[in-house]
């Protein structure tokens, strides 16, 4: 039996003007995007949190600090296949996500096949294996007010049974 674990993730950035909105490796139209360090995902970002968290590894900002200068306007997709590698080198592979985006505006559903799609190819999983819901907070809080977007992710991990030719073993 292989051994598994779960890790919790949850980012939020303001809206402001003369950003782009990425979205789930996405860009989505809209007249607002999300100020950041980086490009910043918020999707990407919780979803990087919660494989790392699973994995027992602290965070994403941990790992990619918004003080480097490397990272400034990075694009999270590359952050988020940095973080498939870091847990892969602690013998764990993703097993599935499950995330939600909370946003007023713009609406998000008819994006949401395109995310899947970008996040299953940057972290090497079958698509069925991401599930992305969008809601909105009913004109509630910061997110009703069109003021920022959040995302909270579950991510399922799998220690990897390694082979004993992987330890140059016959």
């Not at 918004?66 to 999270?76: L, M, V």
């Not at 080198?89 to 909370?102: E, P, Q, S």
């Amino acid at each position: 039996m292989s051994k598994v674990r779960v890790g919790m993730g949850y980012d939020v950035h303001q809206l402001v003007s003369g950003r782009d909105l990425w979205i789930g490796g996405i860009k989505v139209p809209h007249t607002f995007g999300l100020l950041g360090h980086s490009d910043a995902d918020v999707l990407i970002h919780a979803i990087c949190d919660a494989l790392l968290g699973a994995a027992n590894m602290r965070d994403i900002g941990y790992h990619f600090p918004d003080t480097a200068a490397e990272y400034k306007n990075a694009d999270s997709k590359v952050l988020l296949g940095r973080v498939v590698k870091l847990i892969g080198k602690k013998g764990y592979r993703v097993g599935n996500i499950d995330a939600t985006i909370c946003a007023q505006r713009p609406k998000l559903n008819p994006y949401i096949p395109q995310m899947q799609q970008c996040l299953a190819e940057v972290m090497g999983i079958p698509v069925d294996d991401i599930s992305i819901k969008a809601t909105t907070t009913e004109e509630l809080g910061f997110t009703g007010r069109e003021e920022g977007i959040s995302a909270y992710a579950v991510a399922l991990i799998e220690k990897q049974k390694l082979s004993r030719s992987f330890f140059g073993l016959r």
